[in-house]
């Protein structure tokens, strides 16, 4: 158990560090990508849901590793060398009980991550059962499913073979138009994979939970899938004028009805920023999506390659100090949690 407990909390802690300093970083990617490439911002905000995790789990193998190789790696051993020293903490009066309190903190986020990552599995798979269990082909658009529910909102539900659901009332309620484009910006949510998208960043984002960073992403991220969807759906034709009636009569006819309370209300997901997607596409000129995207990606690659490379840099630079960093972590953690 101990050694599960230390590699917890150094992921946990790595992994909050890292989306700290990813902060202005990440802010300054979305920027560059542009208004117009919604696609692109969704990948910079993604990245800074995904790479602090796996930062802490590549900082929890390592330091685990270093201590596995015995004494002999360690920095406290024939002089004392230059690195993030967990012994003073340990020393305290109360640093035992602190560490070892993280340190079960850290394993219950990581446990709160993997049952989010099951029960939402499990949830998804439930819908689109339950959807195509209870549906009938949309007339006139291939691959979408109309359904009966109690509210009139639009989805994909599913995480390998997404479907297409619309409600009766809102399909009763749009005209062909503005119908076609609430389906093309739903299969283009399924295109892109954005269910399979948004589980990874919500299990992410439970790893570190109390950094508000995480949450700031996690919500720029929604809205930047939201409106990539909208992007692709205008680039294969829809008019943002009938995407914006269609966004319009969907609120429309929500604050109409009452609510119902049921499973399939539960498990469904609510409309992403339907203001701020409409007021963007007043302004958006389509011929503009095409090369924003194609001057993001120009953009997009220096800076990782530059952002990569220095990163590299700073840890061969620093190696010797990382790796004595981790060790001690190591130690000391399965010290207190192992006594």
Not at 86 to 105: E, H, I, Q, Y
Not at 316 to 338: P, W
């Amino acid at each position: 158990m101990a050694p599960l407990l230390a590699a917890a909390a150094m992921l946990v802690a790595t992994a909050a560090a890292v989306s700290l300093l990813m902060a202005l970083p990440a802010a300054a990617l979305a920027e560059t990508a542009g208004e117009a490439n919604a696609a692109g911002r969704a990948r910079a905000w993604l990245a800074a849901v995904v790479l602090p995790p796996l930062a802490g789990a590549c900082a929890a193998t390592w330091g685990l590793s270093l201590y596995a190789q015995g004494a002999g790696a360690s920095p406290h051993l024939g002089g004392l060398r230059p690195h993030l020293c967990l012994v003073p903490l340990r020393n305290a009066p109360s640093g035992a009980f602190t560490l070892r309190l993280l340190a079960w903190l850290a394993m219950l986020l990581v446990a709160a991550a993997v049952g989010r990552l099951l029960a939402t599995a499990t949830t998804s798979h439930l819908l689109r059962r339950m959807m195509v269990a209870s549906s009938a082909p949309l007339q006139g658009e291939a691959g979408g499913v109309v359904v009966d529910l109690g509210r009139p909102v639009s989805f994909t539900a599913g995480l390998l073979r997404p479907v297409v659901v619309i409600a009766t009332s809102l399909a009763d309620a749009l005209d062909s138009a503005s119908l076609s484009a609430i389906v093309a910006h739903e299969r283009a949510h399924a295109r892109r994979r954005d269910n399979l998208v948004w589980l990874l960043a919500e299990v992410c984002v439970t790893l570190v939970a109390p950094m508000p960073t995480a949450w700031y992403f996690r919500a720029r991220l929604r809205r930047a899938m939201e409106e990539a969807a909208d992007d692709e759906a205008v680039s294969a034709g829809v008019q943002p004028a009938d995407l914006r009636a269609a966004l319009h009569v969907a609120g429309r006819e929500a604050d109409r009805r009452p609510r119902t309370p049921s499973l399939a209300s539960l498990l469904i997901p609510l409309p992403a920023h339907p203001e701020e997607r409409a007021a963007r596409l007043a302004a958006l000129e389509p011929e503009r999506i095409a090369a924003a995207r194609g001057r993001g990606r120009r953009q997009a690659w220096p800076a990782a390659g530059v952002g990569a490379l220095l990163l590299a840099v700073l840890l061969l630079a620093a190696r010797r100090a990382v790796e004595d960093s981790l060790y001690c972590a190591a130690e000391q953690l399965l010290r207190v949690v192992g006594g």
